[in-house]
Nanobody, 120 residues
Framework: QVQLVESGGGLVQPGGSLRLSCAAS????????MGWYRQAPGKLRELVAG???????NYADSVKGRFTISRDNAKNTVYLQMNSLKAGDTAVYYCNAHVVTRGGNVFISWGQGTQVTVSS
């Protein structure tokens, strides 16, 4: 009853930029925390950036100063602006949301993942 769909991934050159979007749909009453995670082959999934319902943000040390997370509550959408991309940013990126449905149920929802590849 809740679906998260990412878009915006792809191939980019080192130093380039990408903007990821993740839109939540379904029987949604409210969304608390939202975030972006990434997972590279052979590595654990890690939190890249998070944002609260009030707009407070936090970032992994490896992306501070380069990535910016934001949200549009009217659209139930979270964004990740990625600048100065490096080869080490190559991973599958997943969006995450703590969703309360109109029926009062609480879900930790995940998107399907979108590939980001940084290569020359």
């Amino acid at each position: 009853q809740v679906q998260l769909v990412e878009s915006g991934g792809g191939l980019v050159q080192p130093g380039g930029s990408l903007r990821l979007s993740c839109a939540a749909s379904g029987s949604i009453s409210s969304i608390d925390n939202m975030g972006w995670y990434r997972q590279a082959p052979g590595k654990l999934r890690e939190l890249v950036a998070g944002i609260t319902s009030g707009g407070s943000t936090n970032y992994a040390d490896s992306v501070k100063g380069r990535f910016t997370i934001s949200r549009d509550n009217a659209k139930n959408t979270v964004y990740l602006q990625m600048n100065s991309l490096k080869a080490g940013d190559t991973a599958v990126y997943y969006c995450n949301a703590h969703v309360v449905t109109r029926g009062g149920n609480v879900f930790i929802s995940w998107g399907q993942g979108t590939q980001v590849t940084v290569s020359s």
